[in-house]
């Protein structure tokens, strides 16, 4: 079997001397890399056959964290029933499970035992069906979901509602990529979630550069902590979590400027503001401060929800500028080594965050006009004062860098987003043999390299 320039398989079956026909291919999806249990199909012509997922947050939400031993364990009892599920879902047909064409499954980043769970049955179901493994990095999945499904560049996103975001031209602003052009290579990605916080250039499948990664913290890990701190409850469902729920939470704040004068805008001074790094301990620590400040002088020893939802609000905003700053310097980078950046991909867990990707709208709405006041030296801010009195051809001409969002849902850890990578892969002609391993710590710059970390 083997798939031709516009991703159709030309067999049904891995013998190439059987009579070839002409039809999608398709693929099974495994993610178990953390505490979600997650199986899809999905076809090389954007089609989303299945997806279902079983959560475990009424399980770790009492221990304020996710608990590997328990993590695992559930992927163990949930994953036979999620794979079948969702392949009974799929409609294959009469051949059913004999019409999936690859295997794709999560083999790193993640928990270890997590990703043993899902590996170890995509192998076994890769080499009872004789069909093709593809081991999929984590990372690179977020990445490329935007290929899959994008966002319509005249509907700007400004909130959101459970899985659904809202927009100001309708009432979905998220439409299949066949609607609207999805990104192509090379693009700008920022992948926020608990586990990282990565810039990069997407040069092509297998091929990414780092142009900032987290020194100490990730931003989902720091958003997580934030709402433990806060005691802020979590939201119920896919939505759930806590970085989720403190969103939600800071939506509510009276006073967001309350504590901006005691909150650090990471790595934003003069001598470091061009460094590209990300950084939340500092700004992490800083409300660990207040909390403590405003418990000692409080009569109950406790905090109000009041001024919890104003800390909040300002932990969410330091910590959304940050972003901004390092991609509008990304930007800058790019374009000063000659790369040509048409789109700027957010995806991963915090990529939900519906401040975030308005204010990322901003940036980028705003970098053309800056690039062509370049000569000059300006800033964005200095843009901004002298673009009502001053318009320029580039302020007349639809912004260059556009920003593209998967639909919430699909930010988050899923299979959908596995079985797409997959897909690519595979038409790239990147196959796994059936004895490779999980790979729990894996830089994403190394895929294409051929080497694998222990």
């Given at each position: 079997?083997?798939?031709?320039s516009?991703?159709?398989?030309?067999s049904k079956d891995t013998?190439?001397?059987?009579?070839?026909r002409?039809r999608?291919l398709?693929?099974?999806?495994?993610?178990?890399?953390?505490?979600?249990?997650?199986?899809a199909?999905v076809?090389?012509?954007?089609?989303?056959l299945?997806e279902?997922?079983?959560?475990?947050h009424?399980?770790?939400?009492?221990?304020?964290g996710?608990v590997?031993?328990?993590?695992?364990?559930a992927?163990m009892?949930?994953?036979?029933?999620?794979?079948?599920?969702?392949?009974?879902k799929?409609?294959l047909?009469?051949?059913?499970?004999?019409?999936?064409?690859?295997?794709?499954?999560?083999?790193?980043p993640?928990?270890?035992?997590?990703?043993?769970?899902?590996?170890?049955?995509?192998?076994?179901?890769?080499?009872?069906l004789?069909?093709p493994?593809i081991?999929?990095h984590?990372?690179?999945?977020?990445a490329?979901?935007?290929?899959?499904?994008?966002?319509?560049?005249?509907?700007?996103v400004?909130?959101?509602?459970g899985d659904?975001?809202?927009?100001?031209?309708?009432?979905?602003?998220y439409?299949?990529a066949?609607?609207?052009?999805?990104?192509?290579?090379?693009?700008?990605?920022?992948?926020?979630?608990?586990?990282h916080t990565l810039l990069?250039?997407?040069h092509?499948v297998?091929?990414?550069?780092t142009?900032?990664?987290?020194?100490?913290?990730?931003?989902?890990?720091a958003?997580?902590?934030?709402?433990?701190?806060l005691?802020?409850?979590?939201l119920?469902g896919r939505?759930?979590g806590?970085g989720a729920?403190?969103e939600?939470?800071?939506?509510?704040?009276?006073?967001p400027?309350r504590y901006?004068?005691?909150?650090p805008?990471?790595?934003?001074l003069r001598?470091n503001k061009?460094?590209?790094?990300f950084s939340?301990a500092g700004?992490?620590?800083?409300?660990?401060r207040?909390v403590?400040?405003?418990k000692?002088?409080?009569?109950?020893?406790e905090?109000?929800?009041?001024k919890?939802?104003?800390?909040?609000?300002?932990?969410q905003?330091?910590?959304v500028?940050?972003?901004?700053?390092?991609?509008e310097?990304?930007?800058?980078?790019?374009?000063?080594?000659g790369?040509?950046?048409s789109?700027l991909?957010?995806?991963?867990?915090?990529?939900r965050?519906?401040?975030?990707?308005?204010?990322?709208?901003e940036?980028?709405?705003e970098?053309?006009?800056?690039?062509?006041?370049k000569?000059?030296?300006?800033?964005?801010?200095?843009?901004?004062?002298?673009?009502?009195?001053?318009?320029?051809?580039a302020?007349r001409?639809?912004?260059?860098?556009?920003?593209?969002c998967?639909?919430?849902?699909?930010?988050?850890?899923?299979a959908?987003?596995?079985?797409w990578t997959?897909?690519?892969?595979?038409?790239q002609?990147?196959?796994?043999?059936y004895?490779?391993?999980?790979?729990?710590?894996?830089?994403?710059?190394?895929?294409?390299?051929?080497?694998?970390?222990?």
């Open positions: 079997m083997f798939a031709n516009n991703g159709l398989a030309q013998n190439p001397t059987t009579k070839p002409s999608p398709i693929a099974l999806g495994i993610e178990t890399s953390c505490d979600d249990t997650c199986a199909v076809t090389s012509d954007r089609q989303i299945s279902v997922l079983r959560t475990q009424h399980l770790h939400e009492p221990m304020g996710i590997p031993k328990l993590a695992h364990h992927h009892r949930n994953l036979p029933d999620v794979v079948k599920e969702a392949i009974q799929a409609g047909g009469e051949r059913g499970i004999q019409e999936i064409d690859i295997i794709a499954v999560t083999r790193g993640g928990l270890a035992h997590c990703l043993g769970v899902g590996l170890n049955a995509a192998k076994t179901l890769a080499a009872a004789n069909k493994l081991g999929v984590h990372m690179e999945a977020h490329l979901t935007a290929r899959l499904t994008t966002v319509d560049p005249d509907l700007k400004v909130g959101q509602d659904h975001a809202t927009a100001t031209k309708a009432s979905k602003g439409v299949p066949g609607s609207a052009p999805h990104p192509q290579f090379p693009f700008l990605t920022l992948l926020v979630s608990g586990g990069l250039v997407a092509s297998d091929r990414y550069t142009l900032a990664t987290t020194v100490d913290d990730s931003i989902g890990e958003f997580d902590k934030t709402a433990r701190q005691d802020i409850p979590w119920p939505a759930g806590p729920s403190l939600e939470f800071a939506k509510s704040s009276q006073n400027l901006l004068d005691q909150l805008i990471p790595m934003s001598t061009r460094l590209m790094k939340f700004l992490k620590s800083a409300v660990t207040i403590d400040q405003e000692a002088s409080s009569p109950t020893g905090m109000d929800e009041e919890r939802k104003d800390l909040a609000a300002g932990f905003h330091c910590a500028t940050h972003l901004c700053q390092k991609v310097q990304g930007l800058v980078d790019c374009h000063e080594q790369m040509q950046i789109s991909v957010i995806s991963g867990g915090v990529g965050n519906a401040t975030l990707r308005s204010k990322m709208d940036i980028c709405s970098f053309e006009y800056k690039e062509f006041n000569s000059n030296k300006k800033s964005l801010s200095e843009t901004k004062s002298t673009s009502q009195s001053a318009p320029t051809v302020q001409t639809r912004r260059s860098v556009r920003v593209i998967p639909p919430p849902k699909l930010c988050t850890d899923n959908v987003m596995i079985a997959g897909l690519e892969r595979y038409q002609g990147l196959v796994d043999p004895d490779i391993d999980i790979v729990p710590k894996w830089p994403l710059d190394m895929l294409g390299t051929g080497v694998v970390p222990e």
